[in-house]
Each structure stands twice: as structure tokens, then as C-alpha cells.
């Protein structure tokens, strides 16, 4: 029965029509009438994704078409959900490359595009969008094909929003994908040398506030029934399947998942950590010995920040919807922290910008919380004078100068592609954030792409706002990790009124330490309100002031009283009230506005 089976995914630059085109597939193949599709993007389910146009959480349907079963993964487009792109992947044997037809191959296409390849997978390419009057099909056909090699006149034309070739796309995905062949999928025939194992690979888990933890499937080997004993592999966990099926897009109990099949499976579970995408599940006498799925590692988050309440009150209120929200992303990792600005909050880890976007927006949507998130940093590794290695996500962790060996940052491979014409301004972008131009390619007679290699740290802030600006919105951006490299690098304090700001301290490279300097006290100087008293900003590394701006008090009238008479009454008022303004210089304290947090994160 498996030649009869189709696992395939698309991959898509965001808003080049994937979930419409997923869209048509469903309307096609007759799996939802057109009377039930009240909404666009059917399987993109989530409010947030529907508004901002982006997929966020893949979403499994299966579908059927000239008596084949077919099983579409709609997979996110954007580089920072890349981890669960690659665990997709390794659920399909083929994938459909979605290009639109007015704008090109974008960077993160070609990220994805080369992770299929490296899983082995038969790709289709396909233009979308070819309804539209600013397509061009013959000049994006030959784009494809200079960069990755595609025959421009194999390249099928598409609309996914009128249904134009959709049903022949649907007819070449039988004729080119293959069916599923477990040792062809990964080449590790000693993972399925014993035929009497089950073994499936999650590829994606939510929490289901009735059901528990249900993890999407795709089974590799043998057959997981309603009622069976099941063992997790990598976390040593004893599960029983109590529900399986498949999606088409609502649940569909079915007695059993046969092997090639994905589906969902049930678990019981109540955290999903527990079942974490990459995980085997085990069906067989010895789960102790047997060799797990490969491919599985660890959620490695990019970017870190600082989530606080906006009031002391609602600590416990932010804690209950951290722990709901990571029932349903196990990519969110948070620890609590304190600030002795912000008080009691969480240090949260997120695989990039867009992930931090989307968990602050949901946290202040669903939860009704007003909370206050500082300025993104990433992790460094300090190796101190004995040579014991540790590892900062805060910068305020930082020891002091002279006090640790070395200190080395993340650097990241960024793939831009941009208009020719704008090469100079993103060269000079990313030099500028301390950048080493590697590779310059031309993808067409109007299209560039450039290689940088760059310290993650000037990017996660707002470097993709500024290349966006620079190519007029037309360039876009992949990374990829590099490792970590030493650098000479140190912390920059932020004083206000003589106290360190813990949420505003930054660790920057030493070339940079003045001018930033500099700029923070400049722009906190118009951010901060006045008070009664003179307020002092400054700028330090270590005990040595880089820089300073002072806020002069506010200053009340106290000599409108006087209607004449001797000066000496006058100055008598106005000395009164500059010993009143020591005191509250001594004893007062300022309150910095969230403006100053929201202007570090876009520095």
C-alpha cells in the first residue's frame, strides 16, 4: 500500500502564496467543500497567522487524489522556525518549491530549498501568482534555473488563487515523488534492522486543553494501533496511544497509522517537552537497546531578552501564561530573573526576532497582560584566568574587565538577496556591524546575492528593518550558525542618578564603546521625563565614564509671589528651594519610562 502514499511539504518564502496554494489543494482534492472554507489560509489556524499573512506552526492534512493518499505538511517560511522545517522534512519524501512569479527566489527559499536536498528529497518547483499583471514566469523560470539547476521549461506555472494548474501540480506530485521507503528516507538500515519494531518520528506536538499533548507522526516502520504500549526513545518515557488519525483538517480517529502514513497520535502527556519534535516513538520488546530515529537534537535558542509585568502585581499572572504558552511551543525556554529596575520577570530564550514578535504579541493578546520585554541579546562563552568556561545570556552577568580571560560571541553566515543596484548600501550595512564580506554571486542581470560572515549580536536588533529600508523593501535575508569566535568585547553600563540600569547594560565591541555610549545618553537624555531634582546619565565600561548628559530639574516658580521689595528675599526663596532640591537629589529616585526599553530594541 505505500505506492500509493505521497508525503510532501511546500516551501515558500513568506507571502508567496503557500497557504493559498494549500488552499486549493484542499478545495480540489474534495477534502473541504468550498461552502466550509469561510476563511483564507484553511490550515494556517492561529488568529496571529491570519493577520500578519505568515505561517507560524506547521499543520499535517491529508488529503486523497486519483486513488492516492496523499499527506501535505504546510511547513513554516521564515529562518527562525528552520528547526521545525528540518524535522518536516525528514517526515517527506518530496517537497513543492513555491516561488512567486513577480518577485523571485528569496534568500530563506534557498535556505529551505538546501535542507531538502541535504534530506535527499525530491523537489517540484513552481511558480505561483501568474494571475497577477506584474508576473514574469519566463525570467523567474530562468532565475530558478541558473540557481539551483531546475529545467526552466519543466517549471510549472500556477495560481493558487484561481486553481490554474493546481490539478495538474497535484498529478505531477503522484508521477515524481516517490513512495515511502524508510532506509531511502534516512540510510540507517541498522535503525530498522529488526522488522518486528515500530518506529515513528514526531515531527510536531500541541497541547490539547482536553486531549493532553498530541503529537503529529509520521510512522517509519510497522503499525501504531489505538490502545498500544509505547515508548519514547530519547526521553525514556512510557506512553499509550489513546487516540490516533489523521487530519483533513479536523481530527479523524482511525483504528491504527500504518507504516508510511502520518497522522496524529494521542498521548496523554500533559507537557510537551515530554514529546518534543525529533522524538521517536517505540513500539517492541527492547526500547532500551533499540536505536533511535536520527536527526533528533536539542531547541538551540539565538536570542535572548527579558520579559517583566508592567505592574509588580501581575508576576504570577505573566509565570500562569509562560507556562500555558509553552505547552504549545516547546521552543520557548524561560527561566525567572530580577532586575533591580524592572523588579521580578523571566529571562526567555527564542530561536530569533520573529519568535520573540510572535510570544510577546501572544502573551499581551491571549493573556491580557501588559508586560515590558528589554532589548534582544544572545549568549556569550567566558572562559575565565583558571580556564573554567561559562556561559552568559544577560549582559549585566558579565564580570568586570581584567577579571576573566576571553569572551567569545556567536558569529552567523547571512545569504542576502537584493537588487543590483543596491549592493553598495547592504555592503556597507553590514560592514559597519562589524561584518566580513566572503561572496558576491549574480542570480540574474538584476539580482545579487551577497555572503557575509557577522557577529550575531548586530543583527538581532534592527538590522533587517535597516536592510529592508536600504533595498526599499525588495532585498531578503537567511542565516545560518558559524559557531563562536573570540572577540574583544565589553560590557557598557548605563547609569542613571548614579544607579546601574541592569535591563539597559549591553556587551558591545570595544571599538564601539564611546559612540554607543555616546547615543544612549543622547537619546535617554529626550526619553526620560524631568524631576525635581538634576538627573545624571551616564556611560561607563567598568569604573571609567565614557560619557554623560545631565537633565536639569524642574524648576517651580517660587519667586512669583514677590511683588517687589529687596533682593535679598528673592535670593533667600531660591537658596531654600536648591537645598530642598539636595534632598531630593539624595533621597529620590527616577522611574525610567518603557519608551527607553522599546528604543534598545530598535537601536
Same mark, same amino acid.
Given at each position: 500500500?505505500?505506492?500509493?502514499?505521497?508525503?510532501?511539504?511546500?516551501?515558500?518564502?513568506?507571502?508567496?502564496?503557500?497557504?493559498?496554494?494549500?488552499?486549493?489543494?484542499?478545495?480540489?482534492?474534495?477534502?473541504?467543500?468550498?461552502?466550509?472554507?469561510?476563511?483564507?489560509?484553511?490550515?494556517?489556524?492561529?488568529?496571529?497567522?491570519?493577520?500578519?499573512?505568515?505561517?507560524?506552526?506547521?499543520?499535517?492534512?491529508?488529503?486523497?487524489?486519483?486513488? *492516492?493518499?496523499?499527506?501535505?505538511?504546510?511547513?513554516?517560511?521564515?529562518?527562525?522556525?528552520?528547526?521545525?522545517?528540518?524535522?518536516?522534512?525528514?517526515?517527506?519524501?518530496?517537497?513543492?518549491?513555491?516561488?512567486?512569479?513577480?518577485?523571485?527566489?528569496?534568500?530563506?527559499?534557498?535556505?529551505?530549498?538546501?535542507?531538502?536536498?541535504? *534530506?535527499?528529497?525530491?523537489?517540484?518547483? #513552481?511558480?505561483?501568482?501568474?494571475?497577477?499583471?506584474?508576473?514574469?514566469?519566463?525570467?523567474?523560470?530562468?532565475?530558478?534555473?541558473?540557481?539551483?539547476?531546475?529545467?526552466?521549461?519543466?517549471?510549472?506555472?500556477?495560481?493558487?488563487?484561481?486553481?490554474?494548474? +493546481?490539478?495538474? $501540480?497535484?498529478?505531477?506530485?503522484?508521477?515524481?515523488?516517490?513512495?515511502?521507503?524508510?532506509?531511502?528516507?534516512?540510510?540507517?538500515?541498522?535503525?530498522?534492522?529488526?522488522?518486528?519494531?515500530?518506529?515513528?518520528?514526531?515531527?510536531?506536538?500541541?497541547?490539547?486543553?482536553?486531549?493532553?499533548?498530541?503529537?503529529?507522526?509520521?510512522?517509519?516502520?510497522?503499525?501504531?494501533?489505538?490502545?498500544?504500549?509505547?515508548?519514547?526513545?530519547?526521553?525514556?518515557?512510557?506512553?499509550?496511544?489513546?487516540?490516533?488519525?489523521?487530519?483533513?483538517?479536523?481530527?479523524?480517529?482511525?483504528?491504527?497509522?500504518?507504516?508510511?502514513?502520518?497522522?496524529?497520535?494521542?498521548?496523554?502527556?500533559?507537557?510537551?517537552?515530554?514529546?518534543?519534535?525529533?522524538?521517536?516513538?517505540?513500539?517492541?520488546?527492547?526500547?532500551?537497546?533499540?536505536?533511535?530515529?536520527?536527526?533528533?537534537?536539542?531547541?538551540?535558542?539565538?536570542?535572548?531578552?527579558?520579559?517583566?509585568?508592567?505592574?509588580?502585581?501581575?508576576?504570577?499572572?505573566?509565570?500562569?501564561?509562560?507556562?500555558?504558552?509553552?505547552?504549545?511551543?516547546?521552543?520557548?525556554?524561560?527561566?525567572?530573573?530580577?532586575?533591580?529596575?524592572?523588579? *521580578?520577570?523571566?529571562?526567555?530564550?527564542?530561536?530569533?526576532?520573529?519568535?520573540?514578535?510572535?510570544?510577546?504579541?501572544?502573551?499581551?493578546?491571549?493573556?491580557?497582560?501588559?508586560?515590558?520585554?528589554?532589548?534582544?541579546?544572545?549568549?556569550?562563552?567566558?572562559?575565565?584566568?583558571?580556564?573554567?568556561?561559562?556561559?552568559?545570556?544577560?549582559?549585566?552577568? $558579565?564580570?568586570?574587565?581584567?577579571?576573566?580571560?576571553?569572551?567569545?560571541?556567536?558569529?552567523?553566515?547571512?545569504?542576502?538577496?537584493?537588487?543590483?543596484?543596491?549592493?553598495?548600501?547592504?555592503?556597507?550595512?553590514?560592514?559597519?556591524?562589524?561584518?566580513?564580506?566572503?561572496?558576491?554571486?549574480?542570480?540574474?542581470?538584476?539580482? +545579487?546575492?551577497?555572503?557575509?560572515?557577522?557577529?550575531?549580536?548586530?543583527?538581532?536588533?534592527?538590522?533587517?528593518?535597516?536592510?529592508?529600508?536600504?533595498?526599499?523593501?525588495?532585498?531578503?535575508?537567511?542565516?545560518?550558525?558559524?559557531?563562536?569566535?573570540?572577540?574583544?568585547?565589553?560590557?557598557?553600563?548605563?547609569?542613571?542618578?548614579?544607579?546601574? +540600569?541592569?535591563? $539597559?547594560?549591553?556587551?558591545?565591541?570595544?571599538?564601539?564603546?564611546?559612540?554607543?555610549?555616546?547615543?544612549?545618553?543622547?537619546?535617554?537624555?529626550?526619553?526620560?521625563?524631568?524631576?525635581?531634582?538634576?538627573?545624571?546619565?551616564?556611560?561607563?565600561?567598568?569604573?571609567?565614564?565614557?560619557?554623560?548628559?545631565?537633565?536639569?530639574?524642574?524648576?517651580?516658580?517660587?519667586?512669583?509671589?514677590?511683588?517687589?521689595?529687596? #533682593?535679598?528675599?528673592?535670593?533667600?526663596?531660591?537658596?531654600?528651594?536648591?537645598?530642598?532640591?539636595?534632598?531630593?537629589?539624595?533621597?529620590?529616585?527616577?522611574?525610567?519610562?518603557?519608551?527607553?526599553?522599546?528604543?534598545?530594541?530598535?537601536?
Amino acid at each position: 500500500m505505500t505506492d500509493k502514499i505521497r508525503n510532501f511539504c511546500i516551501i515558500a518564502h513568506i507571502d508567496h502564496g503557500k497557504s493559498t496554494l494549500a488552499d486549493r489543494f484542499l478545495e480540489i482534492t474534495g477534502t473541504l467543500e468550498k461552502r466550509d472554507m469561510k476563511n483564507q489560509q484553511m490550515l494556517d489556524t492561529m488568529a496571529l497567522e491570519q493577520e500578519r499573512g505568515i505561517t507560524i506552526k506547521l499543520q499535517p492534512v491529508r488529503m486523497s487524489w486519483n486513488n *492516492h493518499q496523499l499527506n501535505l505538511i504546510d511547513t513554516p517560511g521564515h529562518v527562525d522556525f528552520s528547526y521545525e522545517v528540518s524535522r518536516s522534512l525528514a517526515a517527506c519524501e518530496g517537497a513543492v518549491l513555491v516561488v512567486d512569479a513577480t518577485q523571485g527566489i528569496e534568500a530563506q527559499t534557498l535556505a529551505n530549498v538546501f535542507l531538502a536536498m541535504e *534530506h535527499g528529497l525530491t523537489i517540484i518547483p #513552481v511558480l505561483n501568482k501568474i494571475d497577477l499583471p506584474a508576473a514574469e514566469p519566463e525570467k523567474r523560470a530562468e532565475e530558478i534555473e541558473k540557481v539551483l539547476g531546475f529545467p526552466a521549461e519543466d517549471i510549472l506555472t500556477v495560481s493558487g488563487k484561481d486553481g490554474t494548474n +493546481v490539478d495538474k $501540480l497535484l498529478d505531477r506530485i503522484i508521477e515524481k515523488i516517490p513512495g515511502p521507503d524508510n532506509n531511502q528516507v534516512f540510510g540507517y538500515e541498522e535503525v530498522f534492522s529488526d522488522k518486528s519494531e515500530t518506529k515513528a518520528l514526531v515531527f510536531d506536538s500541541t497541547f490539547d486543553p482536553y486531549r493532553g499533548v498530541v503529537s503529529s507522526v509520521r510512522v517509519f516502520q510497522g503499525e501504531i494501533k489505538k490502545g498500544d504500549k509505547l515508548s519514547l526513545l530519547r526521553t525514556e518515557r512510557t506512553i499509550e496511544a489513546n487516540e490516533v488519525g489523521f487530519l483533513n483538517p479536523k481530527y479523524s480517529p482511525m483504528p491504527s497509522l500504518k507504516c508510511g502514513e502520518v497522522g496524529y497520535l494521542v498521548t496523554g502527556l500533559k507537557n510537551v517537552v515530554d514529546a518534543r519534535v525529533g522524538e521517536t516513538v517505540y513500539k517492541g520488546s527492547t526500547p532500551k537497546t533499540s536505536k533511535p530515529l536520527p536527526g533528533y537534537s536539542n531547541v538551540t535558542p539565538f536570542v535572548y531578552a527579558g520579559i517583566y509585568p508592567s505592574s509588580g502585581d501581575d508576576f504570577s499572572l505573566l509565570r500562569k501564561a509562560l507556562e500555558k504558552l509553552s505547552l504549545n511551543d516547546a521552543s520557548l525556554q524561560y527561566e525567572p530573573e530580577h532586575s533591580g529596575a524592572l523588579g *521580578h520577570g523571566f529571562r526567555a530564550g527564542f530561536l530569533g526576532l520573529l519568535h520573540l514578535d510572535i510570544v510577546q504579541e501572544r502573551l499581551e493578546r491571549e493573556f491580557d497582560l501588559d508586560i515590558l520585554v528589554t532589548a534582544p541579546s544572545v549568549s556569550y562563552e567566558i572562559t575565565s584566568e583558571k580556564g573554567e568556561v561559562t556561559t552568559i545570556s544577560n549582559p549585566s552577568e $558579565l564580570p568586570d574587565a581584567g577579571e576573566y580571560a576571553s569572551i567569545s560571541e556567536p558569529w552567523m553566515k547571512i545569504n542576502i538577496l537584493c537588487p543590483s543596484d543596491q549592493v553598495g548600501g547592504v555592503i556597507k550595512l553590514c560592514t559597519d556591524r562589524r561584518g566580513s564580506h566572503k561572496n558576491l554571486q549574480y542570480t540574474a542581470e538584476d539580482r +545579487v546575492e551577497l555572503t557575509f560572515e557577522i557577529p550575531l549580536a548586530s543583527i538581532v536588533t534592527d538590522f533587517y528593518d535597516d536592510l529592508k529600508s536600504i533595498s526599499s523593501g525588495y532585498a531578503s535575508m537567511s542565516y545560518e550558525p558559524l559557531g563562536l569566535r573570540e572577540g574583544s568585547l565589553q560590557r557598557l553600563d548605563i547609569l542613571v542618578a548614579g544607579d546601574r +540600569v541592569d535591563a $539597559l547594560s549591553q556587551i558591545v565591541d570595544k571599538s564601539e564603546a564611546y559612540n554607543m555610549g555616546i547615543k544612549w545618553c543622547e537619546k535617554l537624555k529626550e526619553i526620560i521625563p524631568k524631576a525635581q531634582f538634576s538627573i545624571a546619565i551616564q556611560a561607563s565600561v567598568g569604573s571609567r565614564i565614557l560619557a554623560r548628559e545631565t537633565i536639569s530639574a524642574l524648576r517651580k516658580d517660587v519667586t512669583a509671589k514677590l511683588y517687589g521689595g529687596d #533682593v535679598s528675599r528673592k535670593k533667600k526663596l531660591l537658596k531654600k528651594q536648591k537645598e530642598g532640591k539636595k534632598r531630593l537629589k539624595q533621597f529620590g529616585k527616577v522611574t525610567i519610562p518603557q519608551e527607553a526599553f522599546f528604543a534598545m530594541m530598535k537601536k
